[in-house]
């Protein structure tokens, strides 16, 4: 399984970006996705997350500008970053809790990451 995330860059403060994630390979179901981020120096954070029935949650930090949202017919996870402020600088990290076989348990899968740069 790999997860391949797109969409960072550079924006000015109160832009809007769109992260996308998509899942590929072996498996059965996408239990849920979501997007963390992390700075250097500091602990992951979890940005948004989504469940394969739609249930969200949201960072406190980010809710009412972030919306996430998936898609089960493509195994992708989008972010819709609006309002964005240059605390919101960072990396994004793509995640994924996935079951290879029905049967087995399923497995946390992390993408390589996309920057995120808001400039003021």
């Known amino acids: 399984v790999q997860l391949q995330a797109s969409g960072g860059g550079l924006v000015q403060t109160g832009g809007s970006l769109r992260l996308s994630c998509v899942a590929s390979?072996?498996?059965?179901?996408?239990?849920?996705m979501a997007w963390y981020r992390q700075n250097p120096g500091k602990e992951r954070e979890l940005v948004a997350s989504?469940?394969?029935?739609?249930?969200?949650r949201y960072a406190v930090s980010v809710k009412g500008r972030f919306f996430v949202s998936m898609d089960n017919t493509k195994n992708t996870v989008y972010l819709q970053m609006n309002s964005l402020e240059p605390d919101d600088t960072s990396v994004y990290y793509c995640?994924?809790?996935?079951?290879?076989?029905?049967?087995?348990?399923?497995?946390?899968?992390w993408g390589p990451g996309t920057q995120v740069t808001v400039s003021s």
């Open positions: 989504v469940t394969g029935g739609g249930t969200d």
């Open positions: 390979g072996n498996f059965v179901r996408i239990n849920s």
């Open positions: 995640n994924a809790d996935i079951r290879r076989m029905w049967g087995r348990d399923s497995i946390s899968y």
